[in-house]
């Protein structure tokens, strides 16, 4: 009999990357899984099986609402045990940076319907994802590697709307913490990656983007916006996954955890990585016009550790190799 035998599980923005991933191990550890989702960036595809078959019961157990709606999810979140918030507007650079009011204004909705609605129908376990975009844009501008703790978000200072939002919907989901309305698991991740992700358009994250550009190449050139020298915090999305079963275990009323895999790796190292496993003789175009985001940040990660007993399993090479091997298989599918 495992925790998870018999829960009564919602996950919001089940349909998306995380979301989907998130689904498909609660479901084999024996929950009772819900998910909400619009669809606007998920897909139905990621809560199917190879045969085609899907993972929950989609009649029964998939609502497809929009929760800027404040009664849709009065009317939807109810009846579980725990609710797993993971819906938001999440983008590219060139998404966020372009759309910043959009973004900002759907995800402080978002966040507060599905909190608000989580407290009047008396859920009694609500898990928040923030994001490490919410750290002040002057922590990750310093020179050489920034390794940052939970609490240094404030004083705050985002880059993004995006990272903004995402910082407030950690405040509000404090506060109901702070004010014993329901028990709250908290965490923080950097850049997740892995298959499921999306990796088509201005919404695709830079991981996913240079696979699809390795692919493509030489019918496109192989192009990485700004310097390379930016880097990130990457960490594989089944870590993740792992970490979002523990919070619920361990991390409840716990504040903040932080998620993330405490290694920088530069673009132009991941990059480099990506030629090697596309196997193809590719010389890497950086071109400075276009904007990199923040230079960089990585996680300090003892609270996870502490308090979950949680740690990184899968390295960045074998990560890769699993999400260009998924995204080629796609890609051939769709051409
Ligand atoms: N991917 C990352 O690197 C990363 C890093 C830090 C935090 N996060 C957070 O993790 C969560 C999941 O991110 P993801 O990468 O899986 O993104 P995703 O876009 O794949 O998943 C988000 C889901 O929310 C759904 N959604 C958006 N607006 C909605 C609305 N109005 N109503 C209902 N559903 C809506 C989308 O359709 C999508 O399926 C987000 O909260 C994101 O901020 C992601």
């Not at 089940?14 to 989907?20: E, H, K, N, P």
């Not at 132009?268 to 196997?279: F, K, N, P, Y």
Request: hydrophobic share 40%; net charge negative.
């Amino acid at each position: 009999m495992t925790f998870w035998n018999g829960a009564r599980v919602l996950v919001t923005g089940g349909a998306g990357f995380i979301g989907s991933a998130l689904v498909k191990r609660l479901v084999i550890e024996g929950a009772r899984v819900q998910v909400i989702d619009n669809l606007w960036r998920g897909s139905l595809d990621n809560l199917a099986r190879p045969d085609g078959s899907y993972v929950i019961d989609m009649d029964r157990d998939f609502h497809l609402a929009d929760l800027t709606d404040y009664s849709a999810c009065v009317e939807l979140i109810r009846d579980v045990d725990f609710v797993y918030h993971l819906a938001d507007v999440v983008g590219g650079v060139q998404f966020v940076f372009s759309n910043e009011s959009f973004v900002f204004r759907q995800n402080i909705l978002i966040n507060t319907n599905v909190l608000s609605a989580c407290v009047a129908n008396g859920i009694t376990n609500y898990v928040y994802v923030g994001t490490a975009c919410s750290y002040p844009k002057h922590l990750q501008m310093a020179p050489g590697i920034v390794s940052l703790r939970e609490d240094q978000t404030y004083p705050a200072e985002p880059e993004s709307g995006y990272g903004w939002s995402k910082l407030m919907g950690e405040y509000e989901a404090e506060l109901a913490m702070k004010f014993g309305k329901i028990n709250v698991g908290l965490l923080r991740f950097h850049n997740v990656y892995g298959p499921g992700t999306s990796f088509q358009g201005d919404g695709a994250q830079v991981l996913p983007s240079l696979i699809c550009k390795a692919i493509k190449f030489p019918d496109e050139p192989f192009i990485v916006w700004g310097s390379g020298d930016q880097y990130r915090d990457f960490i594989y999305v089944d870590d993740v996954v792992e970490a979002l079963l523990l919070v619920s275990q361990y991390g409840m009323n716990k504040g903040l955890i932080q998620i993330g895999s405490e290694q920088a790796t530069t673009i132009r190292e991941a990059a480099r990585l990506i030629i090697q496993i596309s196997g193809k003789s590719i010389n890497a175009i950086f071109d400075n016009s276009k904007p990199e985001g923040d230079r960089g940040r990585i996680a300090i990660c003892d609270r996870a550790r502490d308090i979950l007993g949680w740690k990184t399993t899968v390295k960045l090479d074998e990560g890769l190799t699993q999400t260009y091997e998924w995204i080629a298989r796609l890609s051939a599918l769709l051409h």
